[in-house]
């Protein structure tokens, strides 16, 4: 019995070195997977401190020698940090666990899994150093090795020696110093490492650590041996063994950067910063009864100079007036919207959170409802695919581009209206990539401000710091639509702009939740079919202070398209993510495909291809593409693959997208990503190609898993492709 009681321990505990480096792996094996395996884990665990309850019985009893100390110390430490990622893991399920409807501290929870995981990799590999006799034993009775032989332990130990090298080689490139200490929120994986490599390289860090275990334990072993009776009980040893745990968790705890009571992030109500515009003051005096600011209308330079940092093209600066405005403090929360429509479309759920994934005609709908409601003349009247704006009605409507960047400034000329490089304290973004990190990011010491927290959700409109103005949120957490269609500043057109009168795309400002900083500026334009909605994207309403006299007649370009025509999909694809997609659509579809290849192809390094990526992206290099597609003219639709690379396309995407007539196309995009979704890539595919239809995209985590063909059905299912 006892026998067969050592051998299930001995079972249990392989079982949990051989998941260990699957679990690391998520990224290779997918969400849900790794999910399930983390619940074995789980059991395993369990299973494993029944088993050794012995342990536990004698924890507080006899000599503590400095080898006990080690060793009490460590189980105690993986203890806690397997309480941790089980705790962790759980808050974070969506598979497994989803049933539990567990919300909030989902970043929290982020940021502890993270750190918590590669520390487990380093205690659990130690923890199996410091009984790797037991299974040296094992393994000399299942071979029959027992003998001894000098020839076999010197190529042992050799193998031992050069795997521990290996170890230290894995240990710097996979930057496991990020992870352990905090210094970052999420994984980096180099997509040219095939998963044999990747194992690999997390065995080698396992049996090093198993190996600095082993050899620190025999080294403890015999300084108590020395010591003899020197150490009488070793009580003050007992008290390292306990105290040590404890001061971890505390430097862990300090480390994750918990808000305090009344500190939180999501309701910072701190007063008007001293100092700003010198209109502050007078913009922020009058209101309306519904809580409206008035903004004193001025000039000033629209769009960006042409030094900013990751400015677009179409962007060219020129001074611009605009007349008296009154603007919601807030971007339009979901119990109003949802009190006015009688529905929420939003993604995130929370009555003080933004309403979002409205469309600019669902926008324009709710201004109406909401004048009528309140007894006020709507602003629009809406006639098939024209919308007409009565600019004398007193009702709600959105603001115009002018207006809402001029209220966004607030009388500022630099980059964001913070005057500085906008923080993840000041606004909600993804915060990983602060202003510039693109071009610092392996070198971080020339950023003003560092990566910080990704909160990957909405937060209450009424969160942070205003601006000089009054204004809420002006950067980032939703972007905000505005009435414009896209399409090219018109200098001349320098009071009151309205916009073009006709367009394919409706301008959006502002950035959202899952933006990066560079497309938060107060000058970035972003654009989308009037008919689409997405899950960063709201509104913001304005009314008018001094009514004007005309009546724009804002109409819809006709985008005609062949319907059961010819499908092409088109990929541009570097670590292969996305060509495992596309070819996984022709499987379903039988459509033709095409690779888009360079002239000169990006770097094989994967951290050389991050930089060069960035800088096309900067300078919107247009790469000259080798290959060309054949009688282009008979496809009716292209679908469209590419990976979200600095939140954007890749410059060849552009390079396709301007060397062929889109026009009565339709273009249905596909993205893979490592957590970024689409980033601003649609809006990019917009602007550059905007007389083609958007069908409804898809993005995929790296390669999509298991899940994959099943996700592309349904997605090729509500695009209409068979």
């Known amino acids: 019995m006892k026998q067969s009681k050592q051998i299930l321990k001995r079972i249990v505990d392989l079982a949990m070195i051989v998941l260990l480096p699957l679990l690391m792996a998520e990224i290779l094996i997918g969400q849900e997977i790794h999910e399930w395996l983390g619940t074995g884990m789980l059991v395993l665990f369990l299973a494993h401190h029944f088993l050794n309850l012995g342990w536990w019985k004698s924890f507080l009893k006899g000599k503590y020698t ?40 989902m970043i929290l929870a982020r940021q502890l899994h993270l750190f918590a995981s590669h520390w487990g990799l380093i205690l659990m590999s130690a923890h199996f150093g410091m009984h790797m006799e037991l299974f040296m034993g094992m393994g000399r009775r299942l071979f029959h090795l027992t003998e001894k032989s000098a020839a076999r332990t010197c190529f042992l130990r050799l193998a ?36 044999a490599v990747y194992f690999a390289e997390t065995a080698a860090m396992m049996s090093l650590f198993a190996a600095a275990a082993y050899y620190i334990n025999k080294l403890l072993c015999r300084i108590g041996k020395k010591s003899g009776k020197k150490q009488a009980n070793g009580r003050g040893l007992k008290a390292i063994a306990i105290l040590v745990p404890v ?28 100092g700003g515009s010198a209109n502050r003051k007078e913009n922020t005096a009058d209101s309306l009864e519904d809580g409206f600011v008035l903004v004193h209308g001025g000039s000033f330079a629209m769009g960006s100079p042409e030094d900013e940092p990751w400015r677009s093209v179409d962007e060219t600066q020129h001074t611009v007036t605009v007349s008296d405005f009154y603007i919601s403090p807030y971007e339009v929360r979901q119990s109003e919207y949802a009190q006015i429509m009688g529905e929420n479309p939003s993604n995130f759920s929370g009555d003080d959170l933004p309403v979002e994934n409205v469309s600019w005609l669902d926008a324009i709908a709710f201004c109406n409802a909401l004048s009528e409601r ?69 070198s971080q010491e020339n950023l003003s401000t560092k990566p910080g927290e990704y909160r990957q959700t909405t937060v209450a409109v009424d969160s942070f710091s205003p601006n000089a103005w009054g204004l809420y949120n002006m950067h980032g957490n939703v972007s905000e639509w505005v009435w414009d269609y896209y399409g090219v500043y018109n200098a001349s ?17 502002g950035g959202g939740w899952n933006d990066f900083a560079k497309n938060m500026r107060s000058a970035y334009r972003a654009a989308m079919p009037e008919d689409q909605g997405s899950f960063n994207l709201g509104i913001r309403l304005v009314r008018n202070a001094v009514n004007g006299t005309e009546t724009i007649i804002s109409a819809q370009t006709d985008k005609e398209t062949e319907a059961g025509g010819k499908v092409l999909i088109v990929y541009f694809s570097w ?24 002239v000169t192809p990006y770097s094989d390094d994967y951290n050389t291809v991050l930089d060069q990526a960035q800088h096309d992206q900067n300078i919107q290099a247009r790469p000259e593409i080798k290959n060309q597609v054949e009688d282009f003219e008979q496809y009716d639709t292209v679908i469209l693959g590419y990976p979200n690379w600095w939140a954007s396309i890749p410059m060849p995407i552009a390079s396709f997208l301007e060397e062929y007539d889109f026009s009565g196309k339709t273009i249905i995009p596909f ?52």
């Open 575 to 598: 670590g292969g993510n996305t060509r495992g997609i596309a070819e996984e659509i022709q499987s379903q579809t039988g459509a033709d495909l095409f690779e888009i290849e360079l």
């Open 66 to 105: 400095p080898s006990r100390t080690f060793g009490t110390a460590l189980d105690l430490l993986l203890l806690l940090d397997m309480i941790a990622l089980c705790v962790s893991g759980i808050m974070m399920s969506g598979f497994v666990f989803r049933f539990l409807h567990i919300k909030g501290g």
């Open 493 to 509: 057109d320098d009071t009151d702009s309205t916009g073009p009168e006709t367009g394919t795309r409706r301008v959006y400002r």
């Open 374 to 442: 309140e007894n006020l003349t709507p602003a629009y009247t809406v006639d098939g695919g024209t919308v007409t704006w009565n600019r004398s009605a007193g009702g709600y409507r959105l603001p115009t581009e002018a207006e809402w960047e001029y209220a966004c400034r607030a009388g500022t000329v630099t980059p964001f209206n913070t005057e500085t490089s906008i923080s993840p304290e000041e606004s909600n973004y993804y915060g990983h990539y602060p202003y510039e990190i693109e071009d610092n990011y392996f």
């Open 247 to 274: 001061f971890v968790c505390i430097l862990v705890v300090a480390g994750l950067n918990l808000p305090s009571q009344g500190e939180s992030w999501q309701g910072s109500q701190a007063e008007l910063p001293e």
């Open 160 to 195: 031992a020696a050069a795997l521990a090298v290996y170890g230290i080689y894995a240990f710097i490139v996979q930057h496991m110093t990020d992870y352990l200490f905090l210094q970052t929120h999420f994984v980096m994986f180099d997509e040219t490492k095939t998963a």
């Open 671 to 722: 993205c893979s990503h490592g957590g970024g979704r689409f980033g601003q890539s649609l809006t990019a595919i917009a602007k550059l190609a905007p007389d083609a239809v958007m069908g409804e995209p898809l993005s995929v985590h790296y390669s999509g898993g298991g899940s994959l063909p099943d996700d592309i059905a349904a997605w090729l299912e509500t695009n209409d492709i068979s």
